[in-house]
């Protein structure tokens, strides 16, 4: 089994900037990616940013530039830098991971979730 537990998140003003933190235990797999996927109110879940077991990255096209994945392998945890946030990133942000190849779907363990709100 897997679990993921999220971190960071809060309320912040429009043009600010967050850190999401995953940390992830449980079960090991030799290729995985890790993905933040967000979900507004009203709105269906939706994929914002992976990253790979080498280090390859994928940004969904509205974070791009403003959105940085990254991992710490000796840790554990995944972690999302969101800079230049605008009012229309306030979301549930979920940790997730699949086994397998990076993609921006099919993933089969999932956190609780980590509320961001953004202030105009």
């Known amino acids: 089994q897997v679990q993921l537990v999220e971190s960071g998140g809060g309320l912040v003003q429009a043009g600010g900037s967050l850190r999401l933190s995953c940390a992830v235990s449980?079960?090991?797999?030799?290729?995985?990616?890790m993905g933040w996927f967000r979900q507004a109110p009203g709105k269906e879940r939706e994929f914002a940013a992976a990253?790979?077991?080498?280090?390859?990255?994928l940004y969904a096209g509205s974070v791009k530039g403003r959105f940085t994945i990254s991992s710490d392998n000796a840790k554990n945890t995944v972690d999302l830098e969101m800079n230049s946030l605008k009012p229309e990133d306030t979301a549930v942000y979920y940790c997730?991971?699949?086994?397998?190849?990076?993609?921006?779907?099919?993933?089969?363990?999932w956190g609780q979730g980590t509320q961001v709100t953004v202030s105009s």
């Open positions: 997730a991971l699949k086994e397998g190849s990076i993609v921006a779907s099919f993933y089969d363990y």
């Open positions: 449980g079960r090991t797999f030799s290729r995985y990616a």
């Open positions: 990253i790979s077991w080498s280090g390859g990255t």
